[in-house]
Nanobody, 119 residues
Framework: QVQLVESGGGLVQPGGSLRLSCAAS????????MGWYRQAPGKQRELVAT???????NYADSVKGRFTISRINAKNTVYLQMNNLKPEDTAVYYC?????????????WGQGTQVTVSS
């Protein structure tokens, strides 16, 4: 079995920072793309950022210049550093990875972590 476990969400004031982490574990052969998505109440899930080995990182326009995605391949871990947070960043953030495991290859999702930006 493969699972993604996120951590690092919470409540922060506007202008503050948070760092999300997501670690993949299980029968992993290889991981291609990793990324973060978010879903605000009443809205569809949207891409925040993705990172793929050997390719440029990709960001939603709304977070460019404020968020940074990074990855440590040896730890099967992806991070999202979020600076200058705004109330509109409030959402449940989900980790995603395309993983080749001992059983299948495909998209895996974490359980989500809540980020709330409010004064």
């Amino acid at each position: 079995q493969v699972q993604l476990v996120e951590s690092g969400g919470g409540l922060v004031q506007p202008g503050g920072s948070l760092r999300l982490s997501c670690a993949a574990s299980g029968s992993i052969v290889s991981i291609n793309a990793m990324g973060w998505y978010r879903q605000a109440p009443g809205k569809q899930r949207e891409l925040v950022a993705t990172i793929t080995s050997g390719a440029p990182t990709n960001y939603a326009d709304s977070v460019k210049g404020r968020f940074t995605i990074s990855r440590i391949n040896a730890k099967n871990t992806v991070y999202l550093q979020m600076n200058n947070l705004k109330p509109e960043d409030t959402a449940v953030y989900y980790c995603n990875a395309y993983i080749v495991s001992g059983y299948k290859r495909g998209d895996y999702w974490g359980q989500g972590t809540q980020v709330t930006v409010s004064s």
